[in-house]
C-alpha cells in the first residue's frame, strides 16, 4: 500500500481513536492491548498508529526490557500486573506476558515445565482482568519468512534501524518454524471465550495497520460521548510577542 492512500484512509481512524479515549476518560474504562508475533511484523508501527493522535498521559505503551535478576525470583505474571490500566487510560503492551511462549521458549530462555504452567495460568490471569473489567484485546501479528528476511537485511543496511536488530533475532532466523510451532501451541491453549486472539496478516504493514485498527474500534462498546463545550472568546488585546530577558532563543536551524 502507498503511503498516501494508507494516510488518507488511517485519517477517519484517528477521529475514532480520539472519540475511544474521550469514552475510556467519561466511563473510566480501561483498556489493554497486547502486540505480539514474530521480530519485523510490525508491532511498533501498530502501536504508534493506536497511540499517535492520543494524549499520552492517557495512552501509554509498555515495552519492558529483559527481567532482573529479582524479578526472576517473581511470580511470572508479577511485573505486568503493575503496569495495567488504572480507570480511563489505554495501556499498549508491546510484546506481554506472552515472552513466555514466544522468545523464551523457542530461545531456551524457559523450561518446558515453566512454559506448561505459563499456558495452565495465562486464562486463569486473563479471566480475573476480564471479569474485574478490563478490556483486553490480544493482537498476533503474522509475516512469512520472505518479508520477515527483507526486513532484517533493511534494518541491518540502515543505521537508523540497527538499533532494532539484536543478536537475538538474528539468531532466531533459523527457528521461524519453531516459532510458528510454538504459536499454535500457544493459541490451542490461550484462545479463549474470554480473551480471544486476533491473527492479522502484516506482510503489508500500512494495511496490516488499518486492518487491526478497523477491528479494535470495532469491538469497541459504544464510544459516542460529545466533547466538552469550551469557551474561545477573542483576546481583549492585540496579540503579544515574546520578550527575553535573561536569555535569547538560540539560532534557527539553517534551511536554503
Known amino acids: 500500500m502507498k503511503k ?33 508475533g514474530r521480530d519485523t511484523a510490525g508491532k511498533g508501527g501498530a502501536i504508534r498508529a493506536v497511540g499517535g493522535p492520543l494524549n499520552p498521559r492517557q495512552c501509554r505503551t509498555v515495552a519492558l526490557a529483559a527481567p532482573t535478576e529479582a524479578e526472576k525470583t517473581q511470580w511470572y505474571f508479577q511485573r505486568y500486573v503493575r503496569h495495567l490500566p488504572s480507570a480511563g487510560e489505554i495501556v499498549l503492551f508491546d510484546r506481554s506476558w506472552y515472552n513466555r511462549t514466544g522468545v523464551e521458549q523457542v530461545m531456551g530462555f524457559a523450561t518446558q515445565p515453566q512454559v506448561d504452567a505459563f499456558l495452565i495460568q495465562a486464562p486463569v490471569f486473563e479471566r480475573m482482568l476480564v471479569d474485574d473489567g478490563i478490556l483486553l484485546f490480544k493482537y498476533w501479528l503474522t509475516t512469512d519468512q520472505a518479508q520477515q528476511e527483507e526486513r532484517l537485511r533493511e534494518r541491518l543496511d540502515d543505521p537508523l534501524k540497527r538499533w532494532k536488530l539484536s543478536p537475538i533475532d538474528l539468531a532466531a532466523r533459523g527457528k521461524y518454524d519453531d516459532y510458528s510451532h510454538a504459536r499454535e501451541e500457544m493459541l490451542k491453549a490461550t484462545h479463549t471465550e474470554h480473551a480471544p486472539w486476533t491473527l492479522v496478516d502484516f506482510n503489508d504493514q500500512k494495511l496490516g495497520r488499518l486492518t487491526l485498527l478497523r477491528d479494535l474500534l470495532d469491538r469497541m462498546p459504544d464510544t459516542a460521548v460529545q466533547p466538552e463545550e469550551l469557551s474561545f472568546p477573542p483576546l481583549d488585546h492585540p496579540p503579544h510577542a515574546e520578550e527575553y530577558g535573561v536569555l535569547k532563543p538560540i539560532k534557527d536551524y539553517p534551511v536554503e
Open 4 to 36: 498516501k492512500q494508507y494516510e488518507e484512509l488511517y485519517e477517519p481512524l484517528e477521529l475514532e481513536l480520539v472519540a475511544m479515549a474521550r469514552w475510556a476518560k467519561a466511563t473510566g474504562a480501561r483498556i489493554c492491548v497486547l502486540f505480539e
